[in-house]
């Protein structure tokens, strides 16, 4: 497994480099229509890299993270209230939420299908879900996947149609956005 728990220092820096400008853009027009002061929650959050790039577009939002590893967390930036949980057992009422982002997380996550089921219950109708991932059936994504299984991690990756059809048999519309070996998804609950 990966002690996320002690490398919160480490990740800090490591976590923006995944991120082309195109997908940070993409975050940015996937929230231009959440309404003002909406809650948002960044789920497997880290150190809060995707609450830091969606704040850079929308400072007016309510930032919520929760992450397992508390050594993660503590290195959010201050704008973001965290709560130490995982994606399978969400603390927060149904329908808490008008948006939810996941970033570099989702195949980490020991059970995506419930965490699945705990984003729909915590979301708004109506509401959004931003995802962006890695696409296993290419060649960096694909290798990706196989270090992190070596490392003991779940591996819970999911190519970029896998992951689209698993939303829509959730209530989602869906759209990706591919930016070679990587990818978002762009969902809003119907
Ligand atoms: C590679 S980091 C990504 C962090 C951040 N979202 C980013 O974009 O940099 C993966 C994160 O997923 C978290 N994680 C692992 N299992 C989880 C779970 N079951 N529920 C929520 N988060 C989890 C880890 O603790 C870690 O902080």
Redesign the pocket.
């Known amino acids: 497994m990966i002690p996320?728990?002690h490398l919160g220092w480490l990740?800090k820096y490591l976590?923006?480099v995944?991120?082309p400008k195109d997908a940070i853009a993409a975050l940015c027009e996937f929230l231009k229509p959440v309404s003002a002061h909406a809650a948002l929650l960044?789920?497997?959050?880290?150190?809060?890299?995707?609450s830091k790039f969606a704040y850079g577009c929308r400072k007016d939002l309510n930032f919520v993270a929760?992450?397992?590893?508390e050594g993660?967390l503590k290195h959010s930036p201050e704008f973001v209230r965290t709560h130490t949980?995982?994606?399978?057992a969400l603390p927060f009422e149904a329908e808490s939420f008008e948006t939810v982002l996941?970033?570099?997380?989702l195949h980490?996550?020991?059970?995506p299908e419930k965490?699945m089921c705990e984003v729909v219950r915590v979301l708004k109708s109506g509401g959004r879900l931003f995802i962006?991932e890695f696409d296993p059936d290419t060649f960096m994504g694909g290798s990706l996947c196989m270090a992190e299984k070596l490392l003991g991690e779940p591996g819970h990756f999911y190519a970029p149609k896998a992951l689209k059809e698993l939303l829509e048999s959730h209530g989602f519309s869906v759209l990706v956005n591919r930016y070679g070996w990587r990818y978002s998804i762009h969902a809003v609950l119907i």
Do not use: K, R
């Open positions: 996320f728990n990740f976590g923006p995944a991120y960044d789920l497997g959050a880290g150190t809060g890299v995707l929760i992450d397992p590893a993660m949980a995982s994606a399978e996941i970033g570099e997380a980490h996550f020991q059970a965490a962006y």
